[in-house]
């Protein structure tokens, strides 16, 4: 008996040993140490848990996130910025199980964790961020569907995460991505739907980041693509409006690379909203033009005023939850998005931005749209200047 104690050691050592090996899930399930309505965020960063390796990929940074909406655009950026320092990423799915397997291959052996969940039920909510010390909202639609509605997936959802996260009593950063341009007062739904969810959060954890990116730019984006789609389908683009709003969009890394340096600061992002826009501030006229430039397509747009674009769009919003089947999601007449190209939609005066971040964030023109050229009707390689773009009218 006395060789027996001294393996295992006493009796209540081995309960401590049990509390060490689950800290988050006791202080999950102790309600009486943690309050179901007290915020437990940290009051510092995690930045100082780095605790063993270079800091790659094989090393461990002590950080266990959960990032809802990782099967996303945005989100394959953020897992891969998280798993490249060594985390481990609890990623929440709902659909097919193909739908994360390409983030499985951004972290080391086991560090990329899969867990299939429902996002209308807490408890599997629950289970997926039982473990993890930092939760990342990324969930958002730019459009309804006939199960989901904007209010839901981007208020309700955001409100829902807030909650748990405040009950876990193990989270020490939550970092919500809105939109730019969100506002209770915005002509889209989605846009105010947005701002409800910055209300909900920050009500919820008052030390939460919230993070506000312009229209993203990269390899998946559903705006460049859908043009670029567009005029190889049909030699035309349509221009929404006179083409004239103002928008500021911002290469997909360096939103990604945001959530990260803020994730590892001492907490001087705790609490604070910032607004991530590109250097440069473009119309949408411009914004296609680039398109045409890396495409290598003689510019043909057909200018649509609002009120067509918007009667052209209409049908949709008005069938979706009447008929007994799923219609086609929009890509290029979504009319909450033309709601909101009725307003400029830029970086504010004096909002917190990259600058704050430690962040130089990527011009358009190059690198970051170099992915259009897959859309070359002669190949990749097809011209070398803006000057060999061929017109289609000088032939007959």
Known sequence: MQAISRRFGHHSSGHSSLRLIHPLGNQYYNGRENPRFGSTLAPQGIGH????GTGGRSSVSGIVATVFGATGFLGRYVVQQLAKMGSQVLVPFRGSEDSHRHLKLMGDL??????????????????????????????????????????????????RLAIIAKEHGGIMRFIQVSCLG???????????????????????????????????????????????QFVKKYAFLPLIGDGTTKIQPVYVLDVAAAVISALKDDGASMGKVYELGGPEILTTYELAELMFDMVREW???????????????????????KVPFPLPNPSMFNLDQINALTIDTVVSDNALTFKDLGIVPHKLKGYPIEFLISYRKGGPNFGSTVSERVNPDAYP
Request: hydrophobic residues 40%.
């Open 49 to 52: 848990l780095v605790r063993k």
């Open 299 to 321: 510019p043909r747009y057909v200018k649509v005023p609002f009120p067509i674009a918007k009667a052209i769009a209409s049908p949709r919003e008005v069938l979706l939850k």
């Open 110 to 159: 086991g560090q990329i964790v899969p867990m299939k969940y429902n996002p209308r039920d807490e408890d599997s909510i629950k289970a997926v961020m039982a473990k993890a010390n930092v939760v990342i909202n990324l969930i958002g639609r730019e459009y309804e569907t006939r199960n989901y509605s904007f209010e839901e997936v981007n208020h309700s959802m955001a409100e």
């Open 182 to 228: 969100a506002s209770s007062s915005s002509p889209s739904r989605f846009l105010r739907a947005k701002a409800a969810s910055e209300e909900s959060v920050l009500g919820e954890l008052p030390e939460a980041t919230v993070m506000r990116p312009a229209v993203m730019i990269g390899t998946e984006d559903r705006i460049l693509n859908n043009w670029a």
